[in-house]
């Protein structure tokens, strides 16, 4: 049993505005015995929605430093993507491969910088050379392109799976889990299903938009 002297240590403590934790810290004693002690004291109470508040406070403010850090951070990446993606059209802009590239993503991806280099088709000579551009035009290593498919509920995974692998030239290891259609249609529309490339880099998405802007201007010229 605590004597009553101890008790009063952890109000006099907890009008130091101190937590719980900390006072049964400096006390030696259990967080839980702490807050019995103070449990339905006025006093406590006021100072508890007091530490619940600065806690709040602080937070945010650490929240608003780190979103700040961050966005000083990706703009100083978004810069350097940019410039490099200027300096490399001017040796890329004739290669085949290269334009090949870049004109299936203009025609198949999407514009919206937050999201990922991804694009879907059934062509499996635009799948193939596609995957070819980003690892060879690009330099994406290959564990970080994925591949999943958008398949009818009759369509085989595995099997499908097994060709748009040798179509890709990547390994199982790179596809994730495959979606199937709910649709009025239950019957395979598409013999192979959708295959989607994807690359989750806004690094590499803002030199792909930066390349089709200069490839468009510069074959309009």
């Known amino acids: 049993m605590h004597s009553g002297s101890i008790r009063d240590k952890a109000l006099l403590l907890r009008r130091q505005k101190l937590g719980y934790g900390k006072i049964a810290?400096?006390?030696g004693v259990a967080k839980s015995t702490v807050a019995l002690w103070l449990s339905g004291n006025q006093e406590s109470e006021k100072i508890k929605k007091y530490l619940i508040d600065k806690n709040l406070k602080d937070?945010?403010?650490r929240i608003a430093k780190f979103n700040k850090v961050n966005a000083q951070r990706w703009q100083g990446l978004r810069n350097d993507s940019v410039k490099l993606a200027q300096k490399e059209f001017v040796s890329l802009w004739n290669n085949p491969l290269f334009a090949s590239g870049i004109?299936?993503?203009?025609?198949?991806?999407?514009?919206?910088?937050?999201?990922p280099l991804r694009i879907a088709n059934v062509d499996p000579r635009m799948i193939a050379v596609y995957c070819k551009f980003l690892q060879n035009i690009?330099?994406?290593?290959k564990d970080r392109i994925k591949l999943w498919?958008?398949?009818?509920?009759d369509l085989d995974d595995e099997s499908c799976k097994?060709?748009?692998?040798k179509v890709s030239g990547l390994g199982r290891?790179?596809?994730?889990?495959?979606?199937?259609?709910?649709g009025r249609h239950k019957t395979k529309r598409l013999q192979r299903g959708v295959c989607n490339v994807v690359v989750n880099s806004r690094y590499e998405k803002l030199k792909m938009l930066t390349w089709i802007d200069l490839f468009s201007k510069k074959i309009t010229i």
């Open 25 to 27: 810290k400096l006390l």
């Open 59 to 61: 937070t945010r403010k």
């Open 103 to 115: 004109s299936i993503y203009w025609g198949e991806g999407d514009s919206k910088e937050a999201n």
């Open 138 to 141: 690009m330099k994406i290593p």
């Open 149 to 153: 498919l958008l398949l009818y509920p």
């Open 162 to 165: 097994e060709y748009w692998q």
């Open 173 to 182: 290891v790179n596809f994730v889990k495959s979606q199937y259609i709910n």
